[in-house]
Structures are given as C-alpha cells and as structure tokens.
C-alpha cells in the first residue's frame, strides 16, 4: 500500500531532508586523499546527532555504521571502516536520518582528488539520470516514467543500470511502497499523485549490470571490477511537480 503524505509530514520529512543535506556537506568537504571511511562515519554520526536526528542506517537490519561507504567498483552498502581513501578513488556515500518519526535519504559519489575522465563521466552521468529521473515526479505520470528516463539516458551514455537494487517510498519507515526501479518501458505501474514521496536513486556501472555480494553479506559490487556510482534524493510529488526535500 502506497501513504500518501499530508501537508503536515511533507513538513516533517522537509526537516528531515535538510539534515540530510546539511550531512552531505560536511562530508563534501571532509573528503580527501587519506581520510579513512571509519572516520567519514564517525564524522556523519556526531554531526547528525548535533541536529538532533539520529543514523537512519545504523543498526537498520543489522548495519554497524551510520553511512554507507562505496569506494569504487562497490556499488552500495559498503561499510565503513580502516579503509584510507586515495587520490583517483570515487566514494559513495549513502546517507539517512530519522527524525521526530520522519526519514530522509540521499546518496552521491565524489571524487577523491584528481580522478581518470572516464571516472567523471560516469559521475556526471549518473547525477544527470537522477535528476531526469526526479523531473518526471510529476502527477498524472507513471512510476516507470521514472524508471525509462533513468535507463534511456544512461545507456544512451554507454553506461548500465544496477536490476538487483531499487528505490523506494519512504516517510515514516526507511522502506515503503512503492519499489522506484531505475529500469523499464515508460507508461506503466502506479499513477503518481500528489503526497507520494519516492527515494530515487539511479546506481549506474561503468561495464555490466551484473553485481556480486562480498562475503560480509553487505558490501555489493561489480560483478566485472568496473567502477559505479550512486545518487539519490528524496522527493515529494506535489501539485506543482517535484519538491526535493534532501536539497539545502
């Protein structure tokens, strides 16, 4: 079943949003070459409980950090530990929080120094599906208008899309309905209306599809050792199109 969200938890899941983006900057600048991702979390977790929120992430299911740490070909859910970044590394970072019942959640990749051009493509190309994927967050629309505009863009790119992992509703639980895919024919699943909020988050690969599960049972990659990048907003589909509530 699909919750619509009144005007008042648009409000709430508002201010959830903005720590989300308040987060994300300070990891922004705290990205380098020699950080360790264990420190990226612990800066994460001090910063979000300083709002007033607390780690979505942590201990969800069992996750020990309260970000998610992606170096280069791992795709998401990678955890957070003595791992020092170098120069030339690409990071995701997938963030949550709760607060006062209300979830958001965001991710994006950075590049850790000078990156390979090959690198910053894919980057750039993963931003830019999510944000087509966002601009048809809009009512009247289909869910899987989402999903076309993510995949048409980045094959059209020469990258491919991740099928084992999805997006998602969110509001007072991290995981609601529906399942956002970042792949399919326009035109089908769910009418979108107004009050639906949707985690969209396009996870893309510079080779093939096909991802692998690392023996901790968390940490997702490429099957093919290419690199990938993940980037994700919460939205709201309001009268008057899109609100993206994980933006400052």
């Not at 792949?183 to 769910?190: A, E, N, T, V």
Request: negative net charge; hydrophobic residues 40%.
């Amino acid at each position: 079943m699909i919750l619509l969200k009144s005007e008042q938890e648009l409000g709430y899941l508002r201010e959830a949003g903005r720590i989300v983006a308040e987060s994300r900057r300070v990891l922004e600048d705290a990205v380098r070459p020699g950080v360790t991702t264990a420190e990226l979390d612990e800066l994460a977790e001090k910063f979000i409980r300083s709002r007033g929120a607390q780690p979505a992430f942590k201990g969800y299911r069992g996750f020990p950090g309260s970000i998610c740490t992606s170096v280069n070909d791992e795709v998401v859910h990678g955890i957070p530990g003595p791992r020092g970044l170098k120069a030339g590394d690409i990071i995701s970072i997938d963030l949550g929080v709760v607060y006062r019942g209300y979830y958001g959640d965001a991710a994006f990749t950075l590049p850790v120094g000078e990156v390979s051009p090959e690198a910053r493509r894919l980057l750039q190309v993963t931003e830019e599906a999510l944000w087509r994927g966002i601009e048809q967050a809009r009512p009247h629309r289909r869910l899987s208008d989402i999903s076309w505009a993510v995949q048409s863009y980045v094959e059209a790119n020469g990258f491919s899309v991740v099928r084992d992992y999805v997006g998602h509703g969110i509001g007072v639980s991290m995981h609601e309905e529906p399942q956002v895919p970042n792949f399919g024919p326009p035109g089908l699943g769910p009418e979108l209306v107004p009050g639906m909020t949707l985690a969209i988050e396009p996870m893309v690969n510079q080779g093939g599809p096909e991802v692998v599960l690392d023996p901790d049972q968390w940490t997702v990659r490429t099957r093919d050792g290419g690199l990938s990048a993940h980037f994700e907003h919460t939205v709201a589909v309001t009268p008057r199109g899109p609100w993206v509530l994980t933006l400052l």
